[in-house]
Structure formats: structure tokens, C-alpha cells
């Protein structure tokens, strides 16, 4: 540190050594301060200096002794002591033994360090890791912002569908629920997109430029430190939600799959923001990007069209690449497989069977083929429901639980290729040639 002032009392206990120069650009004291300064003050003290006060700023002291600033100051030339004085002929030994002793180093042993940064990819990133959670810690709205959008979202999901039965239309809302999950992520994405773009302005303005660390540490450590706080909030939105919609009567086994699901779609929804944050040069065009992405995202997932009816363009190829239809599928088929369809009264589709044949032996090639089930209602009428179980309703949404480990394995892999683009759109921005970025500079030039 070099200043022109004398630092705080505070600030000034934090050096090891000092070099003290008087008006002119003699050096008046250069060594150790010690503890408490006690080795500059002993100097000064020793050398016809006034005694120090046990309470005051060894940084002041100094310069009254000198008289710096005084201009009726009348004492000693502290240049000539300094110039007498047995610390300066040590002072100046030692720094002799250290330029002999390099001169002595064969050239072949010599210290060669091009190093980029001082300290290995390793350390520099357990130090920003550190660094960004402590800054989290002490962002409590953001992070209780973000927990309390899962608590409202989720309360209002669980009682919007609370405890669905078995009707017909019950499965529908069953489907419902689950989309209105999904829909939860942009607000979510456009939250966390500031605080990731803020956090790379500092870099790039301050620690980039400064070689203090390197753009993998803190394209690492914005990552990281968003999983802890993603994991429980996805935790909580679960146990608001689920319960009171599935849960209630589901299997321990769907629960807890339900529930890795729920933190996949954290962590997808983050990587997702953070991918698109990572382009974007602001938060403005970062902002405007995720309802774009987002529409292609959830319009071919299956539920606002079901695959049957998507023009076969988008079916063939859009159907497969959007990654809510994977999750999609896991959700519903777990929390409706080995369920019963009762259909309610308005719901069966109701005829009269030819004389000589029950309802059943009428309809039954039929059912065989198709699904459902039959049952003669009131003055023989045959009433059929067009599904039998939960699976034969996921079937119509082309929704299969022999799927579920296939779509979660492949939602993580969507997961991992997000966090992959924030690595080289980072990459890109720091190191690399942004194609965008020469666009945008030919453009303002």
C-alpha cells in the first residue's frame, strides 16, 4: 500500500513493515512495525524522538516526530538519523544478501513464474465459492424473496386441486397441477438473472481485469452457490404442493420420486436462466429472451396440445427436444400409475346395446382394443367411461411409466448441457470470440 496520508490506527496494525519517506524522498524509517508498532515507536523513542501516548495512532505519532506538515518544526533532520542510524546499515545488509543470493542461482535453477494468476484454478475457486455464498448469506431478500414464491405458488396449486378423486376430469386436474408447477419458472429465472449478470459486471470490471481470479472460478462458484438455496425452496414448494394434491394417498416410492423431480426442475429452471443470462450483454435482452425460450419450451411439452395434435413439423422433432416433455411425462406417470378411473355421472358415454347381448359382450372387442370400461346403468342403458385406470389416461397424452427413469435421465442431461452453455458463453465473453459481441460492436461503430 502506498498513501500520502497517514491510515487509521485500525488499518495500520494490518502491515508487517513499513518504508516512511520525509518531504524530499528520504526515507526517515524503514523495517518492522511489530506488535503495536512497538518497533517504530522504539526507533523513535530511542533516537530523541517524544514518547509515544499509550493510546494514540502510531501513524499520526510518526509524522508529528518528523514534523511533517509543521512548518516551524524545528527538531532533528530524521533523514540524517535514519542515514546513521544501526537499522539502516542492517537494513541495507540484508537487502545485499538477497541480490547476492539471487546473483549465485545458476540460470538453469532460476525461479521462472509466468503464471496468469497467482494461485491455482483449485484455490481460486474455493475462494469465490466462499466468497459467493458469505454474499448470499447477506442478501436476505433475494433469498427470502425466492422462498416465498415457492411457499404462495405451491399453497396455491396444492388448494387449487386439493385432494382430486378419481373422476375423469379429476385426471385432468391431475395434469393440471403438474403444468402449473412447470409455469412457475419464469418469474423464478427473471429473479436470478440480475444478481447472476451483477455479479459478472464485478468480475469483469474488477477481478478480470485485475488477474485476481479466473473466469472458471467464478462462473463455478455463481453456479454453486445457487444449488444449496434452489434444493431447500424446491423442498418446501414439494411440501406445500404435493400433500394436499397427490400425496395424500400416493406410494412412499411415487413420493420420493416426486420429489427428485421437483429438484431436477429447480436446478433445470436455474441452469436454464443462468444459460440464457450468460449470452445476454444486460439484463434488459436477458429478460426479453426467457418468454421466447420458455414458449417454445412449454407449447410442445403435451399439455396445451397433446402430441396427436401438433402439426407434424413440430411433432417430429420439437415434440422430442423440449425438455418439460420428458419431465412431464416422469411427473404424471408416476402420480397416476395403478390408479382407478371412476367416471362421474356426466361423464359416461351412455347407448343402448343390441337385443340379446349384455353391455358387456356388446363393447368388449371394443375395450379390449381401446381401454375404458362398461357397466349397465338404469333401464339397461350401457354407460362407458373412457378410461379404466390412470395409465390408460396418460396413454392418450402419449404418457408411459415405463418411461419415468428414461425421462429422468434425460431431463438431467438437459440439465448438464444448460450448465454447459454458461461455461462457454462465459468462456466466450472472457477468452473467446463472441460472434454476437462484433456484431453488436460494427453496429454502435
Known amino acids: 500500500l502506498c498513501t500520502i496520508h497517514q491510515p487509521s490506527a485500525v488499518l495500520f496494525e494490518n502491515f508487517d513493515e513499513l518504508l516512511l519517506l520525509k518531504s524530499g524522498g528520504r526515507v526517515v524509517y524503514h523495517g518492522p512495525l511489530g506488535h503495536d508498532s512497538e518497533n517504530l515507536i522504539n526507533y523513535f523513542e530511542s533516537n530523541g524522538g517524544p514518547k509515544c501516548p499509550p493510546h494514540a ?11 511533517a506538515g509543521n512548518p516551524d ?21 540484508e537487502i545485499q544478501e538477497m541480490i547476492e543470493n539471487r546473483r549465485n542461482v545458476e540460470p538453469s535453477k532460476s525461479l521462472k513464474d509466468d503464471r496468469e494468476y497467482a494461485m491455482p484454478v483449485s484455490t481460486q475457486t474455493w475462494a469465490v465459492v466462499r466468497r459467493s455464498f458469505i454474499s448470499f448469506w447477506r442478501s436476505p431478500d433475494y433469498i427470502f424473496g425466492n422462498m416465498m414464491l415457492h411457499v ?10 386439493y385432494k382430486l378423486g378419481f373422476a375423469s376430469i379429476d385426471y385432468q386436474n391431475r395434469l393440471f ?3 402449473m408447477t412447470l409455469t412457475i419458472s419464469p418469474p423464478l429465472i427473471q429473479q436470478l438473472q440480475p444478481v447472476f449478470l451483477k455479479s459478472r459486471q464485478i468480475f469483469q470490471w474488477r477481478e478480470n481485469n485485475a488477474k485476481i481470479y479466473s473466469w472458471f472460478a467464478w462462473t463455478t462458484a455463481a453456479i454453486v452457490v445457487e444449488i444449496p438455496y434452489r434444493i431447500i425452496a ?3 414448494y414439494f411440501n406445500c404442493w404435493w400433500w394436499g394434491v397427490f400425496g395424500w394417498r400416493a406410494p412412499s416410492f411415487i413420493s420420493g420420486f416426486a420429489f427428485l423431480l421437483v429438484l431436477l426442475f429447480e436446478l433445470y429452471y436455474v441452469s436454464f436462466g443462468q444459460a440464457i443470462a450468460a449470452f445476454a450483454p444486460n439484463e434488459l435482452l436477458a429478460s426479453l429472451l426467457v418468454p421466447i425460450f420458455f414458449l417454445f419450451v412449454v407449447s410442445f411439452c403435451g399439455v396445451v396440445v397433446p402430441p396427436q395434435g401438433l402439426p407434424t413439423f413440430w411433432r417430429e422433432w420439437m415434440y422430442w427436444l423440449t425438455p418439460f416433455h420428458y419431465l412431464l411425462e416422469a411427473f ?3 402420480a397416476i400409475h395403478d390408479q382407478p378411473v371412476r367416471c362421474e355421472e ?3 358415454a351412455r347407448f343402448e346395446a343390441p337385443s340379446g347381448q349384455s353391455c358387456s359382450e356388446y363393447t368388449q372387442s371394443f375395450v379390449e382394443r381401446a381401454g375404458g370400461y362398461v357397466r349397465t346403468g338404469e333401464d339397461g342403458i350401457c354407460e362407458f367411461c373412457q378410461y379404466a385406470t ?22 438431467c442431461a438437459f440439465i448438464a448441457f444448460n450448465y454447459a452453455v454458461v461455461y462457454l458463453a462465459t468462456w466466450l465473453k472472457f477468452r473467446g470470440k463472441n460472434p454476437l459481441k462484433k456484431i453488436m460492436q460494427k453496429r454502435k461503430s
Open 57 to 67: 495512532n502510531p501513524a499520526e505519532y510518526m509524522l508529528d516526530a518528523i514534523g
Open 73 to 93: 518544526y524545528n527538531g532533528q533532520d530524521w533523514g540524517d538519523v535514519w542515514a546513521n542510524s544501526s537499522e539502516r546499515e542492517k537494513r541495507a545488509q
Open 152 to 161: 404462495a405458488t405451491g399453497l396455491f396449486n396444492c388448494f387449487t386441486f
Open 177 to 179: 397441477s403438474i403444468f
Open 234 to 236: 424446491g423442498g418446501i
Open 332 to 334: 404424471l406417470a408416476a
Open 346 to 348: 356426466g361423464e359416461f
Open 390 to 411: 390412470g395409465d390408460e389416461f396418460g396413454a392418450s397424452f402419449s404418457v408411459y411409466y415405463r418411461h419415468i427413469w428414461r425421462d429422468f435421465g434425460i431431463f
